[in-house]
């Protein structure tokens, strides 16, 4: 393994790459393009600082000598998009460097063709990032690099989320902090196996993989080797892809050209043909040998069952289910247990529409277009502010006046998390002339926080987490509203209930969460210092109210007094008098004024 260099671009952010300013330090990107105006700063604050829920990030990794590695590893963001708007990355080594080039935005606002084209080498490893512990910050884009105890260096892609993060970050000490100012558990990951003895990284993964706790599908690589590793539980999904054909000087690679990814939909957009799934509890090691495989613990499936109702694309299979055939007959039996006398079923666009169909098909009610959507906007669920989601629905939906006006419609989404989506269409739809708005959600209702990937923010900001099925129609103001059942939405997946997580249904978590776990939260690395967690750290955590029920944990009392405890202070009332808004706290390391 060799030292990384920096990809360093000029303020305009297409630059190419350049010498690192420090040895050793391997992250790249603006930190700071310096084009956007006041009103786009302020949506850059909300993105940076405001807790919210969102999304699951994508992972993309290439093993391929003689292949353009940076143009394919676009692509495959490029369809690992949906999972993840915040940030965009990719590592590409040549054997003897690793380059990062990273910066907060889309894929398309992250790279050019200049920037592109100056980063070759046989292997890349990218994201799309999608925050669930620690700000949208650059500082914390992916792939978080390191450089490793022995030399060389470490660039990770990590879908998912930890939950034993405080007790990973107290391992490490004051190498966590090491100057890079990440604050992810993401770069937790990099750092363990950074700083591992282990003569190499698969001895250092071997080791380290095993004390991750929660959630984690990763690509990872040194200067010459991609690493691909899914928990224990499979949570998110992790395939292995070939790509067929592909030459190096004229004649087929020996051992083949190799990619993972997040979704299989990432082969098929880069021509990959699906290998099999990585495995849960599967270490993969790809390089001229080909993919080998370790294990490094066993395999406990529960796959998350989110990701086949919004998370995944359509057109991606999951442990061998179409995400699209699941969605249409979820709308199917939905329209069998739930059914409405209406003129009508429309979809709201984007990952509502396979269920409508199914809806359709089975009710024998006509499907039609009530909703136009305009294509430039990204999902809005997995923005990570209120204010941005809210703002997000009415520049992404407008109602189609002639179609809906005077009708009985039924409206299909997949899902109901806050509110905000058919709070706002329920609304439009009745402006606009809709008789009747009744709708029907092709899952079951979130009722608890996700710890494993989904920002599900805070469990009082789901609203069926307080409220019954009733009660959510009258605050949505529909003339009725039904979900989909657990049971229904399971059969439709293929997959047998008890290899799935449907923890944010029935609460029932596959991963075991400790109060820590609990109290946790999306800014928890944020609030320590570097190193350690001092009860101070934890306090100012407390104070910040995002570590409190982030994730929507219910702290137990006991846990409450022990944190109260842990800052010196006899009661949680006493935290009050430590004033300030949450907001006005600068992530650490955060470049951006
Ligand atoms: O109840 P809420 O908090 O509003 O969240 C639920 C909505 O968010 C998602 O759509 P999103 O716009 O994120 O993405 P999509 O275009 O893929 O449907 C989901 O499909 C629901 O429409
Ligand atoms: N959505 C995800 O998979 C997030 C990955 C990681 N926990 C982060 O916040 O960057
Ligand atoms: S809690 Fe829900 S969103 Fe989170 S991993 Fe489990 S099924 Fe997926
Ligand atoms: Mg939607």
Request: charged share 20%; net charge negative; hydrophobic share 40%.
């Amino acid at each position: 393994m060799t030292k990384g260099t920096a990809a360093t671009p000029d303020a305009g952010g297409s630059g190419s790459p350049t010498p690192p300013t420090e040895p050793g330090c391997t992250t790249g990107g603006t930190g700071g393009r310096d084009t956007v105006g006041t009103d786009d700063r302020a949506w850059e604050r909300e993105l940076r600082d405001e807790a919210g829920p969102q999304d699951a990030c994508g992972v993309f990794g290439i093993w391929a000598p003689g292949e353009d590695i940076a143009n394919l590893t676009y692509y495959g963001l490029y369809a690992l998009q949906h999972r993840g708007q915040e940030a965009a990355g990719m590592a590409v080594a040549d054997g003897r460097t690793i380059v990062v080039f990273k910066e907060l935005g889309l894929v398309a606002q992250v790279f050019d063709e200049r920037t592109l084209s100056s980063l070759s080498g046989h292997l890349a490893v990218g994201h799309t990032r999608y925050s669930t512990t620690g700000s949208s910050t650059w500082e914390n884009a992916q792939p978080s690099y390191r450089t490793a105890r022995l030399g060389g260096g470490v660039a990770l892609a990590h879908n998912g989320n930890l939950t034993n993060i405080l007790e990973l970050a107290e391992g490490l000490g004051e190498s966590r902090d090491a100057g890079m100012n990440a604050t992810t558990d993401s770069d937790l990951i990099t750092a363990l196996l950074a700083e591992h003895p282990g003569p190499t990284l698969v001895e250092a993964a071997l080791d380290v993989l095993p004390r991750l706790r929660g959630a984690f599908s990763l690509v990872f690589s040194d200067a010459a080797t991609v690493y691909a590793a899914r928990d224990t539980h499979g949570i998110h999904p992790l395939v292995l892809g070939r790509l067929d054909g592909r030459t190096e000087g004229g004649t087929e690679h020996p051992s083949g050209s190799w990619v993972v990814a997040s979704e299989t939909c990432a082969l098929d957009i880069v021509g990959a043909t699906f290998v099999r799934e990585v495995e849960p509890g599967e270490l993969l090691v790809i390089d001229e040998a080909g993919p080998r495989s370790l294990r490094f613990a066993p395999a406990d499936r529960h796959g998350c069952l989110f990701e086949f109702v919004y998370l995944a694309r359509p057109d991606t299979t999951i442990a061998g289910r179409s995400v699209h055939a699941t969605r249409v007959e979820t709308g199917r039996t939905l329209a069998r247990e739930a059914p409405v006398e209406a003129d009508l079923v429309i979809p709201v666009p984007q990952s509502g529409v396979p269920a409508a169909v199914g809806y359709a098909e089975a009710s024998g009610i006509p499907f039609g277009e009530g909703l136009v959507k305009n294509s430039y906007v990204g999902r809005t669920f997995i923005q990570p502010s209120q204010k941005i989601r809210q703002r997000g629905i009415r520049l992404k939906l407008n109602p189609l006046r002639e179609v809906i006006e005077g009708r009985r419609l039924v409206v299909v989404d997949d899902s109901i998390v806050r509110g905000n989506t058919q709070r706002a269409l329920v609304r439009m739809l009745r402006e606009a002339g809709a008789a009747e708005v009744h709708v029907r959600i092709s899952s079951p209702p979130v009722r608890w926080p996700c710890f494993y990937g989904i920002d599900f923010a805070t469990r009082a900001e789901l609203i069926a987490s307080g409220l019954g099925v009733e009660e959510i129609r009258a605050s949505l103001g529909a003339d009725s509203l039904a979900y989909v059942s657990l049971d229904g939405l399971v059969e439709a997946s293929r997959q047998p209930a008890n290899e799935l997580c449907r923890a944010c249904f029935d609460g029932v978590y596959p991963v075991p969460l400790t109060d820590s776990d609990r109290l946790g939260g999306k800014h928890q690395l944020e609030a320590m210092g570097s190193g350690a967690a001092t009860g101070a750290a934890l306090a100012e955590a407390f104070r910040r109210r995002v570590v409190i029920g982030m994730n929507g944990a219910d702290p137990s009392p006991d846990a409450l007094d022990e944190l109260a405890g842990l800052a010196g202070l006899d009661t949680l009332e006493d935290m009050a008098v430590i004033d300030g808004p949450a907001a006005d706290a600068a992530p650490a390391g955060s470049r951006r004024s």
